[in-house]
């Protein structure tokens, strides 16, 4: 209840108890049982509960696990603009005019090629190129940088979920614009060539950059071009033996052919 005192300006509360009101209700067996298990659980299997940081995430979770980057900000915007540019490239001539799709793909395309040369290259595998001109002479020189090493000399240990991510998505780009080029020369779509020509040379251009700046990549490179190689000479090496076998079968196995002689049409 609320009470006003005599002067107007102060309130006094007072607060009462209804008797009729029963108290401790006993709670259902069903109910009681299950609370008890619970208590008795959690009061019992304290030490046997497993410490907050033994706790490991399901693996069956859909989608990208971005919580395992150490950087999901820069991943984000690896893919934001590139996810733009494409979206606007499929979809944006049914909404707008083709001159307006090929500026702003453009547009987005230079964001992407900068975010990418500049930010999400040094954050998420310690790399970066940049070229200088020396005012002197005017001459251009390409610098292609990486993380400088740890202090006993080892190299610079960076997040494997950012490494995978940026190197399969800055990979993946120039494959993906490369394909729809082909489409627009196969489809004849030459309002097309502009955008798409501007995206395979500044995709490509990045990813010759920090293929440049990475040696883990030059010796991935390195060996697949060797793994190739020998695919390549085994499955001649095979080719040539499967081919003379075939040959030296079909000759007879390596004997002279005997010549039959022609019969002149005359019976004895």
């Known amino acids: 209840m609320m009470h006003q005192s005599d002067d107007g300006h102060d309130l006094e509360f007072a607060t009462s108890v209804d008797g009729s009101v029963q108290q401790n209700v006993p709670v259902p067996s069903q109910t009681n049982s299950v609370l008890s298990n619970m208590i008795n659980s959690s009061a019992g299997g304290r030490d046997d509960a497993p410490s907050p940081s033994s706790y490991t995430p399901s693996a069956s979770i859909p989608g990208l696990q971005f919580s395992q980057s150490a950087h999901p900000t820069a991943c984000l915007f690896h893919i934001l603009f590139k996810g733009m540019a494409f979206t606007l490239y499929i979809l944006g001539s049914k909404l707008m005019e083709d001159i307006m799709v090929t500026v702003l793909c453009i547009l987005l395309l230079a964001a992407d090629f900068w975010v990418v040369k500049n930010i999400t290259g040094r954050l998420l595998v310690g790399l970066r190129w940049w070229n200088k001109v020396d005012p002197v002479t005017g001459n251009t020189s390409w610098i292609f940088e990486s993380a400088a090493p740890t202090v006993d000399g080892q190299k610079a240990r960076m997040n494997a979920f950012d490494s995978k991510f940026f190197w399969s998505v800055l990979y993946l780009t120039p494959a993906l614009w490369g394909l729809l080029f082909l489409s627009a020369i196969l489809w004849l779509q030459f309002q097309c ?76």
Not at 224 to 252: D, E, P, T
Request: charged share 10%; glycine share 18%; with cysteine.
């Open 193 to 268: 060539f502009v955008t798409v020509t501007c995206a395979v040379v500044l995709s490509a251009s990045n990813v010759y950059g920090y293929y440049k700046c990475s040696s883990d990549q030059k010796e991935k490179w390195s060996q697949w071009m060797n793994q190739g190689a020998q695919m390549g000479m085994s499955a001649m090496m095979r080719g040539g033996v499967f081919g003379w076998l075939g040959s030296r079968l079909s000759g007879g196995g390596g004997g002279s052919m005997q010549q039959v002689p022609q019969n002149d049409g005359t019976f004895a």
